[in-house]
């Protein structure tokens, strides 16, 4: 498995990062332009543990909107696909994975902080779902079927499955 793109919203100096991985991928710049938040916000993301967050953790202290750190991952080797096979839809590419947290924090005075974990999945969409109908219809089936919290694209919508 091979992380691909990490986005990075509301965590410390980074507002909202976006960063496209190569094969190497090296973190260069001046002091304080957000280099170790980067490093942070992966090994938020990877250890998932809010025992040392607190209100600096969120962008300008700011603790009314959630940090969300989204990773892509590509190249799945068989076991990893087979892993994820019974989590997600049959209709879904197990080449890609998109993997994400959000964290919010549900009381500022005594930094209480609440963890989700999401997969994400985006779907094109046909011709007749631009149609408000057909939007709104396929949204209250989904979220009433599969508990879904959604999102909506440019030219894809985006579902946010919750899981563990």
């Known amino acids: 498995m091979k992380v691909s793109e990490i986005d990075i919203k509301n965590y410390r100096s980074l507002r909202d990062v976006n960063i496209s991985t190569e094969e190497i991928l090296a973190l260069i710049g001046r002091n304080n332009v957000g280099k170790s938040n980067v490093i942070k916000a992966l090994r938020l993301f990877f250890e998932g543990s809010t025992r040392w967050m607190d209100e600096e953790c969120y962008f300008n202290c700011e603790t009314e909107e959630p940090i969300r ?3 892509r991952f590509e190249e799945l080797n068989d076991w990893e696909k087979e892993i994820w096979e019974d989590s997600l839809p049959s209709w879904y590419d197990k080449e890609k994975l998109v993997l994400g947290k959000e964290f919010i924090c549900t009381d500022p005075d005594s930094m209480d902080i609440e963890k989700e974990n999401f997969v994400v999945l ?7 779902l631009l149609l408000t109908f057909y939007n709104t219809l396929l949204f209250n089936l989904l979220t009433k079927l599969l508990w879904v919290k959604t999102s909506w694209g440019s030219l894809f919508h985006t579902f946010r499955i919750k899981i563990w």
């Not at 985006?122 to 011709?127: D, F, G, S």
């Open 69 to 71: 750190i989204q990773i």
């Open 122 to 128: 985006k779907i094109p969409e046909p011709e007749w």
